[in-house]
Structures are given as C-alpha cells and as structure tokens.
C-alpha cells in the first residue's frame, strides 16, 4: 500500500469520518517497525490530544476473587483445569470498601471491580450500596453474563460502567457462548451503564480480520471506552508457548482502536502500558490489585508495583494532564 493511500486514510481519521474495515485492515497489515505505522501513531497521538482535550485517565481496577472458574479459558490463571490455584482467595466486603476508599481519589476516574464468572450479582449490588456516594470516582462492574433487568440494578446500586467484551476467539479459547456475550452487550447498550470494551486478550496468533471485527462490534454496542489489551503469557495455561505480542504491535492496534472510536470517545486504553504507547492514541492506564487473572498469584499490593503515584507520572510524562 502505497503512503499516499495511507495518508487518505489518516485524514479522513483526522477529520472524524467513520472508517471502513478496509481501512482498518490497511492500517493493521503495516509493519510496526515501519515509517509508515510511526506516521499512524503520531495521527492516533494528535487525534488523542484533541479529542481528548490533553486529559489522561487513571482506571484502578480490584480484583475481588481468586477463585477456580470451570470456563477454563486457555489464558487464564482462574481456568479450573489449570490447576494454578492452590488455594482459592476472596476478599471481605470491609476489605472491598477500604480499596474502594483508597482509590477514590481525584487523580482516579474509575474504580472497577472485578470478579470470576459466578461471583453473584447481588453480593456486587451490595457492595455497591455500601461505597456509594463515591467522591471522586465512578464504579465499573467487570463480572459474568447478566439481563436487562440485572444492568439496571447494577446501574440503580452505583455502578455507572461496565466493562464486557466479545473476546477474540469467544467460545473457541473461552468456555463462554458468544450468544451469551452478546445478550450481556445488549443489556449494557439498552440500560443507563456506560459500555468500556478493549480488543482483548490480543496474541501473535490473532489476524487483522478478527481484530477488526472485535473493533468494530464494540463500537456498534456504543462502548465509551475503548483500547487494547496484549494477552500476558501466564504459566501453566495453555495460551503460554504462544507468548504475547510486542510493544510496538501494541501501540499500532492501540492507535487503531484511538481512530476507529472516533471522536466521541475520549478514554483509549492501553494494557500494559509504557511512554512509548501514550504517545500513540492511548490517554488511560490501569492500576490493579488483587485477583489478576493474567498472574499465579494474588497481588496484595500494586500489581507489579504501578501505582497511582506512577500512573501519574506516565501520564504527565507523556504530556496529558490529570
């Protein structure tokens, strides 16, 4: 593809114009050593910054359970027959509210919770009932699948987000029925919670056309922020010899998913983060603690030490202001 064809495409990105898979399968094919995928991220970096208005995003993320799930997702640390969890691990509702406490903070947007597939709607509605009034941030629910009537008791509890995604290769690497994943996005579209979808968990196995299309479908379900996540190599799962795509490949999908949200959305997402991939669309990063289902263990503290504190500094290192 030659760059005066490219160029097209970033312009009419630039000017908010809805861009085709074809497009998007243009930008994808490039190599992301090349000049012209560093000419992508730096339209993907402008387009953030406007669009944006210069804001960066800090998304604290709690995982409450550690806890064997009989989806076995071949990525997956929670995955039943992996047999990585020796001793399951949940947190107490007090315990729940003090991290809540901890991250409503003003340099924090959202604070979400996290869960295995069955953790039970209600003991989250709960939850919720205890934290609310928050002062600084917003929930974000991230659980299993749930209808219409389920969203808005999540949305009337405090929630305000919530997180839920067709993963790449639904049902193929994960025991959940894309049907299912598709009635939960309904539900979220039809209620008052904000969708937040990223193209997740991306490995070097994943073709253009499938990130196109999980792109795409979260789009259309009205998400409100978007993004990509790389599939994190976890021992002991089946997903592992494959390892996980580089950095650059990251920024690149990340860069996409900045031009393809559009205008209208202001938060991209990137997962894991560095400098280099805040200067190529994305203007969020995430702090978690707890149940990481991409480790073999609990992490009661910071995971891997990226902290608010951090976060902070990424962000206004890379230009954005918090």
Known sequence: ??????????????????????????????????????????????????????????????????????????????????????????????????????????????????????????????????????????????????????????YEAGFKVAYHVMRLREGVDTGVDPNERLITLEAIKQSPLQLAALVDPIGPEHTDEELVQALFLHKAYGASLMGAMARFAVAGTPKYELGTISRARLAQITAVSRLVAGKQVDAICTHPTDDGILTSGANTVVVEYGAIPRDTKVSQGDWKGFNIREAVKLLRGAGYEI
């Open 1 to 154: 593809m030659n760059n005066a064809c490219i160029g097209k495409i970033l312009e009419k990105a630039l000017a908010d114009e809805s861009l085709t898979g074809e497009d998007i399968s243009v930008l994808l094919a490039l190599d992301p050593d090349s000049d012209e995928t560093k000419q992508l991220l730096d339209t993907a970096d402008r387009a953030s910054r406007e669009w944006a208005h210069r804001r960066g995003y800090i998304w604290a993320s709690i995982g409450l359970d550690y806890s064997p799930c009989p989806m076995n997702c071949t990525f997956c640390s929670l995955g039943k027959k992996w047999g990585i969890i020796k001793e399951p691990w949940v947190l107490k509702t007090d315990e729940i509210l003090d991290l809540i406490r901890l991250y409503d903070v003003p340099e924090v947007r959202w604070i979400t919770l996290r869960t295995s597939e069955f953790y039970g709607i209600e003991k989250l509605i709960q939850i919720a009932r205890l934290a609310i009034p928050l002062k600084h941030a917003e929930l974000v629910v991230n659980t299993g699948e749930f209808e219409r009537k389920d969203a808005r008791a999540l």
